[in-house]
């Protein structure tokens, strides 16, 4: 590691070492010609503030993840008394509410959160660069990027020197300039950044701990993170490439010398690694070798990648040994947890043990567009959050795969402590096809008998999306397909509770076929029974088969709300006032205007989840709903959220 191979300095000439943190020890006094002792200087303390810069990075973010928590916890979001998810149902208006006058403070708040929403909430332009991200996401990528730009230039004086070679005939001459330190500077940086690539990338997250913010959301940064990574790599490798392949004199003497050192070989290993990860970031990459493999593969070439960045330059390890260390962390966490899940007493056994949860399932062929499977069971445990999703592995598949599922059932523990598991999901390749074929031969053997298949749950992972949902806001749920899954919780929680005078529900579902509305029949019917009390309004759509004849258009208005499907393939509420045909795709911004615009009072959150098209139209909805003004004003039905199910990265 040391430099005398670059002909700088003569170690063997030197008084003492002068350590530099993450470097190597500078020999004192310098006895090389006034030009290399000059660019010595640059080097040393251009790298010295280098490291200073990464602590101030380091130091930054921290101060405001720091700032966001406190902030989180000193003015936390408003919500019910009582949490609706712990009452039974009640037929008691809930009168106890009153609307009160919102302080400036709080008003001020509102109106600068709906201006961020109006302007950075839409998806961001460029989809095939950024993918489905918002606005904010690409603003926040272009701060880290320009924060990153700003130290990557600062503290480098930036000159020329011109120095000869010892000992050369003819005489030979060194060029030496700033890109040396430079190149030095962006290689600290990708050093410093990769642990923060790895935080960003966890599961069990720290960050969403400090922020209520979903562990998914900060997956576009991660991705994002590792190619600025790579850039610098990149850029720290050609910088070099230029001053010891063209400016440093004899060639290719020096060239060969340098290229065979250990340091320069563990340095092109890691370019390439990093080139490889990259290239299996890409979506046709995914697609050829599965999700899975790629998952697995990235975490295996992530950490040699590591490897290779220690035995490049190990000074800098201190910046690698904490991303080994939070990895292993998240993956602990996640065995920790998925043991607490499923070891315990269990009396089929007779003894303390592990044991998989035993789900009854139910499964709708579709051949053409993939088979969906409901899942039901009940499991011991602590209940998680409304919005919170659990990985599941399927003992009877591959046991070293899970895959993320939102529980449709509202996470109630009765007396002896179980919950209520449901699941959707469609079924098309992969670990979930191998599950439907695994029931298809059970069922095919033993018609007769309860299906079911052992599931061994991770989790839950996520933040609530009910945070905030106090009596006074309207509630407008948007599902496409299994996406329902989603909202449902959201639903249910309400119905369960106090009617709020005022307040405006209302339920958007588009499936492909009429048999989907399946898939949650109990949970609708519990919605349609107990949600004329709360005034909610459900619409369903079939968009992949036309609607018989005999469908029915149902609104049933009575003196305790209304109820309204735009396919029901029966009527569970008496003859049908009006009768039509339906067969098109919801249109989500028409129905984001209708809704705010017949809000009487309150603000509006969005629950959504569906496919990245419907997804980008709700965010451009909902943003034009917004006015930061007019929340200044008192007019709260132009504060409008979107909570969406956005594990579209």
Known sequence: MALAPRHIQNLSEAASLEPHWGYADRAVPCTSDPGSCAYLDVVYLAHDRSIIYTGIFWLTLGGILLAWALWRRIFPSPDDAGDYQLQPPSSEPESQHRTKPSSSFTRLRH???????????????????FGHTTRLQLLLLCFLISYLTLWSFLGIT??????????????????????????????VLAYALTPLSILLASRENVLSWLTGVPYTSFMFLHRWTGYVILIQS????????????????????????????????????????????????????????????????????????????????????CFLVPGLVLWGLDRGARL??????????????????????????????????????????????????????????FAEGCIWQSHPFTPLSLPVADAMGRVRHSYVFRAKGGETRKIVDVLAEKRDAAPSTRLTT???????YGESIVEGLAHDVNVLCVAGGTGITFV????????????????????VWAVKRGQDLEWVGPEMDELRRLG?????????????????????????????????????????????STRSRHDHRPDVTVAVDEF????????????????PGMIRDLRAAVARCNSGARVWKGEERFDVRLFCDDRLE
């Not at 109006?118 to 660069?129: A, G, H």
């Not at 052992?454 to 839950?460: A, E, T």
């Not at 705010?596 to 496919?611: E, K």
């Open 596 to 611: 705010v615009g017949g809000v009487v009072q309150g603000p509006t959150r969005v629950f959504a989840s569906g496919p």
């Open 454 to 460: 052992p599931v061994i749950l991770q989790g839950p």
């Open 488 to 507: 449902l919780p959201v639903l249910l929680r309400l119905v369960r509770g106090h009617p709020a005078p005022g307040r405006k529900i209302e339920l």
């Open 111 to 129: 109106a600068i959160a709906s201006t961020t929403r109006y302007y950075l909430l839409p998806s961001s332009p460029l989809r095939p660069l």
């Open 532 to 576: 004329a009390r709360h005034d909610i309004r459900i619409r369903s759509f079939v968009t992949a088969e036309r609607i018989p004849v005999a469908s029915k258009e149902l609104t049933v208005t009575d003196e305790k709300g209304r109820t309204e499907s735009e396919y029901d393939a029966e009527s569970v509420q008496g003859t049908p």
């Open 234 to 317: 990149a850029l720290h490798t050609l910088g070099w490439v230029l001053v010891e392949a063209w400016m440093y004199q004899p060639q290719p003497k020096v060239w060969n010398d340098w290229i065979a050192q250990q340091y320069a070989i563990w340095g092109v290993v890691a370019l390439v690694l990093l080139v490889v990860l990259w290239i299996g970031t890409w979506g046709v990459s995914v697609r050829v070798t599965g999700y899975e493999a790629f998952r697995k593969g990235h975490y295996v070439l992530a950490m040699v990648y590591i490897g290779a960045l220690i035995g490049h330059w190990k000074q800098l390890q």
């Open 158 to 187: 930036y000159a020329r020197w011109i120095t000869p070679v010892k000992n050369s005939s003819p005489p030979l001459y060194n060029t030496r300039t700033s890109l040396g330190p430079w190149a030095d500077r962006v290689g």
């Open 336 to 393: 920790v947890r998925m043991g607490l899940l499923h070891y315990g007493y269990w009396q089929e056994k007779g003894g303390h043990g592990f044991k998989a949860a035993e789900a009854d399932a139910r499964v709708w062929r579709d051949r053409e567009l993939g088979d969906v499977v409901r899942l039901d069971f009940e499991h011991v445990q602590a209940p998680w959050k409304v919005g919170q999703h659990f990985f599941l592995c």
